[in-house]
DNA sequence: GCAAAAGTGTTCAGGGTACACCCATGT
DNA sequence: ACATGGGTGTACCCTGAACACTTTTGC
């Protein structure tokens, strides 16, 4: 689609691409699929695709996700608009950039059967990526791990209940550093932006783990570390 | 221009707007310029058109920026993109919009004589304005202040030299909060982001004040309030 | 029993906040 | 003389940071 391009269209043309995160395996990680052309033939790339001119970006961002993943309801923020002349070699295009978090736990992805495969990569050792989309995934994990500090963001990659453990490891994971667990703890339930919830996490060989669940799930700024 | 768009274009095109803010008369303030045509005849618009197939988004932006006002090395920051459908009644036009801060003392503007004239605005008390950029200067102001909580980009509409009350006065604009001056004085200097400047400033009716300037103007990320 | 994460309080230091008076100037 | 903003220090409180042991489970 995008090799006519240069042909059709002498001014750019606009694209949305979606960096899908989540924590798997302990790192935080970005969803990519293959290109099935040269020059990237065999490259990575994230999702994405042009928008349609009876859609604002949003709902084309919003579309791509749902129709190659079946991901719909999940924190989505626009990211940066990348506009360098010489980043799509088909054409001149201009890509609005969005990341959506995912909790990893009991996802069931939907992928499109147009779409060969795709991979979970760790963000810190990515596989060679077409276009500038090294530079939009290191963006992307950038701000979330700025926004994670300062807002309540984290519960989009956290699955409806979890436990205070798992949810300082998310945050140990992006912000790359060692937390306390008595003052991540105190801190935490200061907020008020986590409640406790029915039922303990069980079946580990160790002390069960009572549950908790967020009292909002609407992003909020809050100083959290 | 913007007239044959929806005759040209079957897909979206891509333009830049630039606000350009800045504190005069104790009001954070937007530069607009009347728009010349119908149906936003008589109402207010920030900078800003199409980008050129040959330069990247930000050099359009910084191109329009230019030309219009002769502003160049000042504080710029892409802002959001603007991607609704219906925005534009000319046709699909998806803004990529940024701000600019610039400081509003000894500042010549060099106004493109293409512009009939220009006008300084408090963002607070706006006039009829074209498309959407009301929402675009909302938008543009929300994250100036909450930049300026976190980083030192309050640089960009300072002068060279400045005193501590004038660097106080406009944290208190834009913040909307009055700051107690002893502990302002203290946080700043201890920060090392300003250091003392030759010379006094003299000529008014008190004591005159020591001047300061800015270490660095480079964005920073510092805990400033 | 052993390994592994859950759960729980106290102490200390540093930073934020509140607060009042004299100084140097222009008019 | 008077009005105006410049310039300065201290006391208190609260939050962030450091720190260790017992509990409950699965194997």
């Known amino acids: 689609m995008k090799k006519e391009i240069n042909k059709k269209y002498k001014f750019a043309v606009i694209a949305v691409d979606v960096v ?3 924590i798997k395996d302990d790192k935080l990680s970005a969803l990519l699929m293959p290109m099935q052309k040269e020059p990237y033939l065999n490259y990575w790339a994230v999702l994405g695709g042009l928008i349609k001119p ?3 970006v949003n709902e084309a961002a919003k579309r791509y996700l749902f129709e190659k993943t079946g991901l719909k309801n999940v924190y989505l923020e626009q990211l940066y608009a990348f506009g360098e002349v010489g980043r799509d070699p088909f054409g001149r295009v201009v890509s609005v950039v969005y990341f959506v978090l995912i909790p ?7 992928i499109s059967k147009k779409i060969k495969r795709v991979k979970w990569f760790s963000v810190d050792s990515l596989p060679p990526l077409a276009y500038d989309h090294g530079q939009i995934i290191k963006t992307a994990a950038e701000r979330l791990q700025a926004k994670l500090s300062y807002t ?16 300082q490891k998310s945050y140990e994971i992006i912000l790359k550093k060692k937390l306390d667990k008595r003052n991540f703890r105190k801190k935490l339930m200061s907020l008020n932006i986590i409640k406790s919830a029915a039922g303990q996490k069980r079946g580990e060989a160790h002390r069960p783990a009572q549950l908790f669940s967020f009292v909002s799930k609407k992003p909020q700024v809050v100083e959290i570390l």
């Open 20 to 22: 899908i995160l989540t």
């Open 54 to 56: 009876n859609e604002s």
């Open 104 to 110: 990893h736990e009991n996802f069931r992805l939907k």
């Open 152 to 167: 309540n963001i984290i519960y989009g990659l956290l699955p409806e209940k979890f436990t205070l453990g798992e949810l």
